[in-house]
């Protein structure tokens, strides 16, 4: 159960834990996806060069495509409508704080107000913008949006730091409650369930769930322990491989001594 009082798990890990995730439903692989290329893009904004223009643009792009595939709006609206009713299940618990929780449920609503809209479709006007689809549709060529493939996006990459910033403030404005929402409802499934500390014996790991399989898996691993996992899951159980960290050149190897870690399995 989701307890308002807890603090976020990011922040009762040191920075010395890595973080992994595994989405176990299409529905968070699909919003994982968004949120990575949401954050990149916002990461490049803030940056001056023409080369981090062209990764903002790029990663604008990419959410573009994902947008097309499959109806993100309704599976979106109804994760809105699946937390709305789950959280207001939740008023009358006396171990959950009141204020904080009224707080979510209006930010949920104002997000399902806001993707609903007008029933047009999500993106519709990046969709439509003739500038932004002549370099998507260089993009599939390798070294394809190079100065003389594109003058055009050349020339706008001349342009001054504000004027590219405000013209991609004003794309990312057409899509801004999709982010906002992925945002949200990202953070309510991670804090949804506090780390359990766990043993992989020789490298190894496998937990059954009673219940159906929770959305995201998150793997907390001292960054000092030389391996990484890699997660698989079945409908109702993950298994937990870990890896160690060999040079880029080397085949990974599984690691052949217990691993502590810590496990959390989300289940918003």
């Known amino acids: 159960m989701l307890n ?32 990575f290329l949401f954050e990149q893009c916002s990461h490049h904004l803030s940056l001056g060069s023409s080369w981090n223009s062209r990764a903002a643009i790029s990663a604008l792009l990419e959410i573009g495509t994902l ?12 994760e809105l409508e699946r937390c709305l009713l789950f959280l207001s299940r939740l008023k009358d618990s006396p171990e959950v704080d009141g204020a904080r929780l009224q707080s979510v449920l209006g930010e949920l609503e ?29 993009l599939a060529i390798p070294g394809g949006t190079c100065q003389f493939d594109l003058p055009v996006y050349h020339a706008w990459l001349t342009q001054p730091h504000a004027k590219r910033t405000r013209d991609l403030q ?15 409802l990202m953070a309510l499934t991670r804090e949804s369930a506090l780390p359990t500390r766990e043993v992989a014996e020789q490298g190894m790991f496998l937990r059954s769930f009673d ?12 960054a000092s322990s030389g391996v990484y996992p890699e997660i698989s899951a079945g409908r109702q159980r993950i298994t937990i491989h870990f890896l160690e960290s060999n040079p880029a050149d080397r085949r990974p190897q599984q690691a052949k001594h217990d691993i502590s870690f810590k496990l959390v399995c989300c289940q918003l």
């Open 211 to 222: 219940s159906p399989v929770c959305p995201l898996v998150r793997v907390m691993v001292p």
């Open 110 to 138: 104002t997000l399902r107000r806001a993707m609903d809209g007008d029933g047009r479709q999500l993106g519709l006007g990046l969709k439509e913008n003739e500038f932004l689809n002549t370099i998507k549709n260089r």
């Open 170 to 184: 004003n794309w990312l404005e057409e899509i801004s409650p999709l982010r906002d929402t992925i945002t949200l």
């Open 67 to 78: 947008l097309t595939r499959g109806d993100v709006r309704t599976e979106i609206l109804k």
């Open 4 to 35: 308002f009082e807890q603090n976020t798990i990011e922040e009762l890990l040191p920075a010395e834990w890595l973080v992994y995730e595994q989405p176990l439903t299409e529905r968070v692989r699909t919003f994982l996806r968004l949120e």
